[in-house]
């Protein structure tokens, strides 16, 4: 299992014991769309890219997560387990 899979599996673990949604997101159509899609018990829903530690999102990557910011949604990339952690409070608890 990748850096970036074990990220995501511990993300997703964390959000749902916080109570959000946690889907794992994949558009064949759309490449470079966000991996993840949570939904918190707020009602809030948050896009987030998981990376590898020391790694950052592809210039598609970054082009869809401004434009769902653009559009008024809540989209963010993490490549650490502690940031992911804080954006979930922030934005799904």
Not at 19 to 42: E, H, M, Q, W, Y
Request: include cysteine.
């Amino acid at each position: 299992m990748g850096l970036e899979t074990q990220l995501e599996t511990k993300v997703g673990k964390y959000a749902k014991s916080k109570g959000c949604l946690s889907f794992k997101f994949s558009s064949p159509a759309n490449r470079g769309v966000p991996d993840r899609i949570f939904i918190g018990s707020n009602g809030v829903v948050l896009f987030m890219e998981l990376k590898a530690p020391g790694k950052t999102p592809t210039g598609l990557q970054e082009k869809h997560l401004r434009k769902i910011k653009e559009n008024g949604g809540n989209a963010v990339w993490s490549d650490s387990l502690e940031d992911a952690k804080t954006y979930i409070d922030i934005y799904c608890t």
